[in-house]
């Protein structure tokens, strides 16, 4: 149904003569993923079982999860950004190229990228269960 409603959306955007590339953005970039993390979660795949003696192990595995977790909202974050800079929407605020790139961009990009971070490490440290012999 959710993929009848878009096919209709896109159709409709087509009649008016609207550009369809923010359309392809989502189907292409936003969506896929969401669905394979459903399915991760349906399956119970991003759940760990370890024993005591591996709990180390584990909570490293979970942060190196959580920093890949973290780095994608950065990278996401960035393009976002870019598509914000060539749309003009960044130029209607009167900033300049060097203010928006070099100052503005990796102050927000380390501000979302630790908030991130902590957010992902504190979910994946949840996800540990440890399982008795």
Same mark, same amino acid.
């Given at each position: 149904?959710?993929?009848? #409603? ?6 409709? /955007? ?8 923010d359309l392809v953005i ?7 993923? @969401?669905?394979?993390?459903?399915? %991760? ?13 591996? %709990? ?9 999860? #959580? ?9 996401i974050f960035l393009v976002?950004?870019? @598509? ?10 009167? @900033? ?8 503005? %961009? ?8 630790? /908030?991130?971070?902590?957010?992902? @490490? ?12």
């Amino acid at each position: 149904m959710f993929l009848y #409603s878009l096919m209709g959306f896109a159709f409709l /955007l087509a009649i008016f003569g609207i550009d369809l590339a923010d359309l392809v953005i989502i189907l292409g970039v936003i969506i896929p993923p @969401y669905f394979q993390e459903k399915l %991760i979660k349906r399956l119970g795949l991003d759940k760990m079982e370890v024993v005591l003696d591996d %709990i180390k192990l584990a909570r490293k595995k979970m942060i190196k999860r #959580s920093l890949w977790q973290a780095l994608l909202v950065a990278l996401i974050f960035l393009v976002t950004a870019i @598509y914000l800079w060539t749309s003009g929407m960044a130029q209607d605020g009167f @900033y300049t190229f060097d203010f928006y790139f070099f100052k503005t %961009i990796p102050l927000l990009m380390l501000i979302f990228f630790v /908030l991130a971070f902590f957010t992902y @490490y504190l979910i994946n440290r949840r996800k540990i269960r440890i399982v008795e012999d």
